[in-house]
Nanobody, 124 residues
Framework: QVQLVESGGGLVQTGGSLRLSCAAS????????MGWFRRAPGKEREFVAA????????YITDSGKGRFTISRDNAKNTVYLQMNSLKPEDTAVYYC?????????????????WGQGTQVTVSS
């Protein structure tokens, strides 16, 4: 069973950057479309970004376009979310998720596996 572990969260000032990592154990991520989601305090979990398992095509939600980049390194079994120009409204717990042989998409229910999350806090 593949397990996902996120890391790289922390406290950063407005305008700063963080790179989140999602590492897999117990299997390979190469056959999974990978997504990043986030849950801000008092809000529903929402989609942030996804990257296809076979084309490396990426999809970034409007709030992240121009600021966030998703990438993957299958040799390291890791997916990344580079976040630049961070804003206080980016404060959330960030989760990575995996969708086996899945199409690129933002529907939570399409993702089979989830990590525990990593906290990102952006101070104003």
């Amino acid at each position: 069973q593949v397990q996902l572990v996120e890391s790289g969260g922390g406290l950063v000032q407005t305008g700063g950057s963080l790179r989140l990592s999602c590492a897999a154990s117990g299997g390979t991520l190469s056959s999974y479309t990978m997504g990043w989601f986030r849950r801000a305090p008092g809000k529903e979990r929402e989609f942030v970004a996804a990257i296809s398992w076979h084309t490396d095509s990426a999809y970034i939600t409007d709030s992240g376009k121009g600021r966030f980049t998703i990438s993957r390194d299958n040799a390291k079994n890791t997916v990344y979310l580079q976040m630049n120009s961070l804003k206080p409204e980016d404060t959330a717990v960030y989760y990575c998720a995996a969708n086996y042989l899945g199409t690129l998409g933002e529907m939570e229910k399409a993702y089979d596996l989830w990590g525990q999350g990593t906290q990102v806090t952006v101070s104003s």
